[in-house]
């Protein structure tokens, strides 16, 4: 079995400011994937970021970046420069199914982004 | 736009009647995958089909069944309906099955059960 902990529900940044979103993982796999969801107000899940987990380097995505931590079985989100546009709910989530694809995600952090 | 289109947007029904949600996937994505939305259980993996077949159960109830059809489209029927049935239903798709493939969403349907 796979979980994902996203321990906290919600967060706030101010605009311009950077903000880390916290998430922990448990799999019994060595290879898996993770990645981060937002879903905005209209509902829609889009893909921000993904992390293939034989890779060393965190991958980036423009204001977007990651700090994982194979060992700690940690994958936290950065978002730097934040913008009110990225007020949203943040999932976390895991792929560990091979060639089948059970994603697993967290319960979600809801940010807002103060003006 | 991700490219997945869900309908309907919205359902209204009552218990112990029986909805049919449709998706139909991006153009050229063969892997179709449901997920269910409550605020007390979160997103849960329900079904994934792959090119009419099914691929992975996740946690789907004996009431909900799920097929893909030759042209890819794919129907999640809900029968029996409870109160706790209500939550936002999820299609997705993605080209492949499996490893770190982007799911791309469908904005959901909305479910509610009186």
């Known amino acids: 079995a796979q979980t994902v902990t996203q321990s906290q529900p919600e967060m706030s940044v101010q605009e311009a400011e950077t903000v880390t979103l916290s998430c922990t993982y448990d799999?019994?796999?060595?290879?898996?994937?993770l990645f981060w969801y937002k879903q905005p107000p209209s509902r829609q899940m889009i893909l921000v970021i993904r992390?293939?987990?034989?890779?060393?380097q965190n991958a980036t995505e423009n204001r977007f970046s990651v700090n994982f931590q194979k060992a700690a079985k940690s994958f936290s989100l950065k978002i730097s420069d934040s913008q009110l546009g990225d007020a949203a709910m943040y999932f976390c989530?895991?792929?560990?199914?091979?060639?089948?694809?059970?994603?697993?995600f967290g319960k979600g952090t809801l940010l807002t982004v103060n003006p | 736009d991700s490219g997945v289109t869900q309908t309907p947007k919205h359902l209204i029904t009552a218990t112990g009647q029986r909805v049919t949600l449709r998706c139909s996937p991006r153009?050229?994505?063969?892997?179709v995958y449901w997920y269910q939305q409550s605020l007390d259980q979160g997103l849960q993996f329900l079904i994934q089909?792959?090119?009419?077949?099914?691929?992975a159960k996740g946690n789907i109830l004996e009431r909900f069944s799920a097929q893909q059809f030759p042209d890819l489209h794919s129907e999640l029927n809900l029968s029996s309906l409870e109160l706790g049935d209500s939550a936002l239903y999820f299609c997705?798709?993605?080209?492949?099955?499996?490893?770190?493939?982007?799911?791309?969403f469908g904005e959901g349907s909305r479910l509610t059960v009186l």
């Open positions: 997705a798709s993605s080209v492949i099955s499996g490893g770190a493939g982007e799911l791309f």
């Open positions: 089909y792959y090119n009419g077949e099914e691929r």
């Open positions: 153009s050229g994505d063969l892997s």
């Open positions: 989530a895991l792929n560990s199914g091979g060639s089948n694809y059970k994603l697993t």
């Open positions: 799999t019994s796999e060595s290879d898996y994937y």
């Open positions: 992390q293939e987990a034989y890779k060393q």
